[in-house]
């Protein structure tokens, strides 16, 4: 998914819309991940997610997103080696000892609520577990460095010191992203980097930090249907992700319930 390279700044009330935007959007991935067992399908995970958008009147910018044709859900549900961008199917069950991936987006008032998490179904691989725990805890490594008077590049480094500190990688081809009025703004925050490069961060910027983790590789390629994105090699993947609103103070977790 490409982006325009636009950094805006976001006043206090627009950052005030966005939080709405990204309630709604947890709550959304609440609902999916309240119903993850074995033998429900993607597309009824999808399902899940759209019944709290349409509760609210709002609408996913992930659905009709161009690429190579328009993408077909209001959700991204990745499975195992599905790192991202795994269309939702009625034909995909789950199973006992998978680990699945829910991205979701929302839009609220102009304004986008971008989140996601990996969760187990079952009982999971003790590799698995450990790629979970590390995959959500980078994204808070990352987060804490979304102050103002830091710079991008730290919140890249913290997150791959702390991903390789534990013997995983990092893929190179997708990127965390500005978010606000348009569901990929500028900056493009890549999950590794170097500490004090980068946009100098200050009050109003607004970034999804998305890291993206897997087992045994960094390389990825694209499945046929031209969309699903997954590991080279067929190990496991994972992916978390919040919206993060720089302040005067703490950085505000956008898209928590």
Request: charged share 20%.
């Amino acid at each position: 998914m490409a982006w325009e390279r636009q950094i805006n700044i976001k006043t206090p009330q627009e950052i005030v819309i966005m939080r709405e935007a990204g309630r709604i959007n947890a709550e959304a991935l609440a609902a999916a991940r309240a119903i993850i067992r074995p033998g429900v399908t993607t597309a009824d995970l999808n399902a899940a997610a759209e019944e709290v958008l349409k509760k609210y009147g709002v609408y996913s910018p992930f659905k009709n997103y161009p690429g190579p044709y328009p993408y077909p859900a209001s959700t991204c549900v990745s499975v195992n080696e599905e790192l991202v961008h795994g269309i939702p199917s009625p034909k995909r069950k789950l199973k006992e000892g998978d680990i699945v991936t829910m991205d979701c987006g929302t839009v609220f008032e102009g304004f986008v609520g971008d989140s996601a998490f990996t969760a187990g179904v079952g009982e999971i691989s003790a590799t698995a577990q450990k790629l979970l725990e590390v995959t959500e805890k980078s994204l808070y490594e990352g987060i804490a460095q979304m102050r103002s008077g830091n710079h991008a590049g730290d919140v890249s480094a913290a997150i791959q010191r702390y991903v390789e500190s534990h013997g995983l990688y990092l893929t190179r081809e997708y990127t965390g992203h500005g978010v606000g009025r348009q569901m990929h703004e500028g900056p493009q925050l890549p999950n590794y980097g170097i500490a004090g490069r980068g946009l100098l961060l200050r009050p109003g910027v607004t970034i999804a930090i998305e890291p993206m983790v897997l087992v045994g590789t960094p390389v990825t390629r694209v499945m046929p249907d031209q969309w699903t994105v997954t590991s080279w090699d067929g190990s496991l993947t994972a992916h978390f992700e919040h919206s993060i609103a720089v302040t005067e103070g703490d950085p505000i977790i956008l898209t928590a319930l």
